[in-house]
């Protein structure tokens, strides 16, 4: 385990800001002073900042039902209540993985497990998200298309996975992606306003008979099936094959149309004859000095003295 990660569930802080004890000399492998990053811990090593001798912390992995009204946060500034204001303070230092804003309800996850929160939130895993949502008015069936093909909002292009109407102003919504908002501002995009959003589902789990504000503990069998994205490999790119070059026909020349191979397919162009200049088209000035008695071609005629003017 890197130290860094190690300092992290020992309950120092997050990664980042745990780097800076590091980098500045405050911290200890079996009496020896470390300052690199990269340096890895062991379970046998006695690791230290300052005096105090650390421990790595129990990992513990639990589903909340936050309440409306709740921010997703450690600490806030405008003094609002936290979802960590619901959670035991025994408990050792957990996060949320994803978010719910203050005005959504419903399933969130909270651990100190990376590797977990990695299985949930990367991109490549694609873990569905299911959501009911009641909207202001009914829902207007010809909207569904547009939904389920997706469109651009505020954070990138998004789009519903599925969508089951439950009601006239009752939708089930899932996706895949995590766009901050999302369902939201789209729906807010086809004219709709929420009145209310709540998750339900995340991967295997559901929210179930938990109430709003509870919290229950995952068991080892629902920690393993979440991880298991994570085994396995990122989507790849679909190949193409090349079409299979026809046989030329019967004495047709090699390179002939039809035929992949031979020396070259391309026809000789035919020369593009010299372009004529319009009639009444003004002739070029000639440069340099100009031979005695000559004058430019489109320089007016000199009227001599005494001549009438035409």
Request: glycine share 8%; aromatic share 4%.
């Amino acid at each position: 385990m890197r130290l860094n990660r190690f300092l992290a569930s020992a309950g120092l802080g997050s990664r980042r800001s745990v780097e800076e004890l590091i980098t500045t000399g405050q911290v200890k492998i079996n009496g020896r002073v470390v300052t690199d990053l990269a340096t890895k811990v062991s379970p046998d090593d006695a690791v230290k900042v300052g005096s105090r001798l650390l421990h790595q912390e129990k990992t513990l992995t639990a589903v909340l039902n936050k309440p409306r009204g709740y921010v997703c946060t450690a600490s806030d500034d405008l003094d609002r209540r936290t979802i960590f204001d619901l959670l035991p303070p025994n408990w050792p230092r957990v996060f949320h993985v994803g978010r719910l804003d203050k005005d959504s309800e419903g399933l969130l996850i909270v651990t100190n497990d990376g590797d977990l929160s990695l299985a949930l939130t990367h991109p490549r895993y694609k873990i569905d998200k299911e959501y009911e949502v009641l909207l202001d008015k009914p829902f207007v069936p010809t909207d569904r298309a547009k939904l389920l093909k997706g469109f651009h909002i505020m954070g990138g292009r998004a789009k519903i996975e599925r969508l089951e109407q439950l009601g006239p102003q009752h939708l089930r919504l899932t996706l895949n992606q995590g766009i901050k908002r999302q369902i939201r501002l789209m729906l807010y995009e086809l004219g709709y306003e929420v009145e209310r959003l709540v998750r339900v589902r995340v991967g295997i789990l559901k929210i179930g008979e938990t109430r709003p504000g509870d919290w229950r503990i995952l068991t080892p069998k629902e920690i393993a099936t979440l991880k298991a994205p994570e085994t396995q490999p990122a989507p790849q790119r679909r190949f193409i094959p090349r079409p299979t070059p026809r046989p030329a026909a019967a004495g047709a020349p090699t390179g002939a149309r039809g035929d992949f191979g031979g020396e070259s397919k391309r026809e000789p162009t035919r020369p593009r004859p010299p372009q004529r200049k319009p009639v009444g088209a003004p002739t070029a000035v000639r440069r340099g000095p100009r031979p005695e008695g000559k004058r430019p071609v489109n320089a007016p005629r000199r009227r001599e003295q005494g001549a009438p003017r035409r």
